[in-house]
Structures are given as C-alpha cells and as structure tokens.
C-alpha cells in the first residue's frame, strides 16, 4: 500500500489505464506540480542501462551499511536493466481524472460485487479465522483485495528490483524508491521470496494486496505457519492476513462501518461538512442529518460530514473506520470504493442519492488553474500543486461566502468557469 507516500495522492486523480477493465487495480495515482520529472536529457536505453549499472555500483556500499549481504545483492541485480516503460509511467500520472462516479461504477461494478461474493465464499474458513484474529470485516479484506489486484488476477508483473532500481536512479523521487529498493532487500535476505519471483506493480507494490516493501516488512504476517509471508503465491492468505494486521494496527473498530449514507435539511450549514468537525449520530440528528428514513443513525461513535461531489452527490456520514482504510490510500473515492464494494458483498444496496452525472471531474491542470485564480482573487490557497485538500476546500468555501454562493467546497467545472 501507499501509505508512506499520501503527499503524492490527488483527490480523484487518476491514471488513465486505471479504468481500462475490472481485472485492473483500481488504485488512485498522481503526480502533484511540486515534485519535478527527471531532468536527464534523453538517451539510448543502452547508455541507460550503462548509467543504471554505474549507479548500481555506487549503491552497493549504501546497500551494505543498511545490512544488505554482497551474495543477497548480487543474486538481487543478476540481469537487472534499465526500464524505460517504468519511468514513461511515473511521469504519465494525475494527467487524467475521473469523477468519483465514475470510479464507483467500476469499484462496485456488478462484475467486482459477484466475484467478491465468489471470493468470499471460497475463503470462508480463511477469512473468518483472518477476521476473528484481528476484528477486521472479512468483507473489508476482500474489497481491499477486489481493488488492489481484481482478487488476484492482476497482482503486476514487473520485476520488482529492476523497477525501484530504475526509479532509485532516475525516477522524481529518487530518495523515497531508494527506501523502498533496500526494503525490497531485506524481503530478499530474509528468505520469504526469490529475487525473479518478486514481482508486481511498476511502482513497486506486491502480492495480491499491493504492499510497498517497507509496509511489507513492518506488517506482513505468516497467518500458514509455513516460516515466509508469501504474498505473491496463488494462495492469498497471508495477502489476506496481512491486510487484516495492518488495518488493525491503525486502529479498526470491529463493528463501526466505515461511513453510512445520510440525509442533509434543507437549512443545512455546508461549513459543517468538514473533517475537523465531529460530532455523535444524535448530535447530527438534532442539526437535521439522519438516515435515509429520517432516524438518527445508530451511534458508531463520533463522525463527520463527508460530500465528495458538494451539495449534489451523496453525503456520507463517516466514523473512524474511514480514517483507517484511507492509511491505505488516502484518496477518498478509494475509500469509498472499498467500503461501498464491502458493504455491496455483504448484499447492502447501492446508494440512494443520485450523482451529479452531468459534471466531470476537473483535470490536473484545471485544479491548478483553479488554485491560482483563487489565489489572485484573494483565497490563498496556499500552493499550487493540483490537489484539492483541506486549504483548498478552505479556500473555495471563502470564495463561495464572499459570492453567495452555496459553500459546500466543491471543485466544480462550474466553479472554474465562474472565477474564469
């Protein structure tokens, strides 16, 4: 998972490919303005590949004084080569977007919801030892796993020490894949998989749930008892475990849902509608915010105001189990995606309020655009970087109070054209 690098996540910002078919991981990318491409003037992959040896050599005392063996290292770069498809592809992210829609018709699709039932069934025995260890929904596993890997089917195959080698070397963020390259040795050394047979996603995510070698290393589990925590086999169960031990670590509630669907008054105050505001379900009801029947929602605890698409989409009253699932990936159509797939598994229905599918998300350079004439008229966003986070959202409300305009904080088409 990406939890180590949620600065390079961008709200419903996603890779093009991403949405191609269900048997493709459903993980949110993007590239923010703030960190630069490579800057190295275009070369012949055999002077590349000269380049990547070269500065192999250079990394093997780094390698060393982090406990990395000679034998480990030279079994790990045995016919490694520079990978210009890797670097065409971290360069190529957050270009595209998609409305939080039109991702949930392909993270819910009635294809993902039928094979997380298969899946499901399958597993059973497994997924409910899994459950009854570390108190996370079994549905909520398999949801991970749906939009990590398609349940299996998609779990990458690029070598992945050549992938961080050549991300190490002339990747926009050298220092962090360098981080992950030595954990990706330590994998190695320890014996729980064979250089060739690590392998998954270009960025270097693993196994059937998609863990960046360092989270590997501080949450996989050995749930078969078999001395290795194998996520790559065909047999997903330490996947599963250890999905379940990560979530767990960061705090899951057993029996609180992640988020629930809610009613808005009339009257509703949309400042309200902030993550720094929490309150508990009857306190929300004494302000108009109920179930879609009009009761107040059973107390999971305390919760906030969530409205992906403003004051037009679906609003979400969401718990602490959100907070949780986004350690995963903090883009909230991921959680949304995951929680809504989980909740679809266990024969819930789909959401009640319609989307406002006549709207398209923005595009990265729009988002920029939009910060920068928020910004010259007097909302500072502070920052130009193609994320629409906390102060952004802060500043669009500004702009909507001062215009009298609803302030639900949405980065709309709309919007833009009216500060255009």
């Keep these: 998972m990406y939890r180590l ?16 078919t269900t048997s493709t991981s459903l993980r949110p990318l993007a590239r923010p303005d703030s960190l630069t491409l490579s800057t190295r003037p275009a070369q012949p ?68 919801i039928r094979n997380g039932r298969t899946a499901l069934e399958k597993h059973k025995t497994t997924l409910r030892e899994i459950e009854a260890r570390y108190g996370v929904d079994k549905e909520i596993v398999v949801a991970v796993w749906g939009l990590e890997s398609a349940y299996g089917t998609f779990k990458g195959s690029n070598d992945i020490i050549q992938s961080l080698a050549t991300l190490a070397y002339d990747g926009r963020r050298g220092a962090f894949f360098e981080e992950q390259l030595i954990a990706a040795l330590k994998i190695l050394q320890s014996g729980d998989v064979a250089p060739r047979q690590m392998t998954g996603s270009w960025a270097g995510a693993m196994g059937h749930t998609q863990f960046m070698p360092t989270s590997y290393l501080s949450y996989a589990v050995d749930f078969t008892g078999d001395g290795k925590r194998d996520i790559w086999s065909d047999n997903p169960t330490d996947a599963l475990a250890s999905t379940a031990a990560y979530l ?6 057993p029996g609180q849902p992640w988020g629930i669907e809610v009613k808005l008054p009339q009257n509703f105050d949309y400042r309200l509608a902030n993550r720094e505001i929490t309150k508990s379900p009857r306190g929300w009801a004494r302000l108009g915010v109920t179930d879609l029947n009009g009761r107040a929602v059973k107390n999971h605890g305390e919760a906030s105001i969530l409205l992906p698409a403003g004051s037009g989409g679906v609003a979400f009253m969401i718990f602490k189990n959100f907070a949780v699932i986004e350690r995963y990936n903090t883009a909230d159509a991921y959680v949304i995606g995951v929680g809504h797939l989980a909740d679809r598994i266990k024969g819930h229905s789909a959401f009640k309020t319609a989307w406002p599918r006549g709207d398209r998300a923005l595009s990265f350079k729009e988002r920029q655009e939009m910060q920068r004439r928020l910004t010259r008229a007097g909302f500072d966003t502070q920052g130009v970087d193609g994320r629409i986070g906390p102060k952004t959202i802060a500043a669009i409300r500004d702009y909507q109070t001062a215009n009298r305009l609803l302030p639900d904080g949405y980065a709309s088409l709309r919007l833009l054209q009216k500060l255009r």
Excluded: C, H, M
Excluded at 248 to 253: E, L, R, S, Y
């Design 248 to 253: 767990a670590n960061f705090g899951w509630v």
């Design 45 to 112: 992959v055999a002077v590349r590949n000269d380049s990547l040896s070269a500065w192999v050599a250079d990394f093997y005392p780094r390698a060393r004084a982090a406990g990395i063996s000679g034998r480990t290292l030279d079994r790990a770069f045995a016919g490694v080569t520079y990978d210009a498809d890797v670097i065409r592809r971290d360069s190529n992210q957050a270009e595209f977007s998609k409305a939080i829609w039109e991702y949930l018709d392909s993270a819910a699709s009635q294809t993902r």
């Design 5 to 20: 690098i949620v600065a390079l996540l961008v709200s419903f910002g996603f890779s093009q490919a991403t949405f191609a």
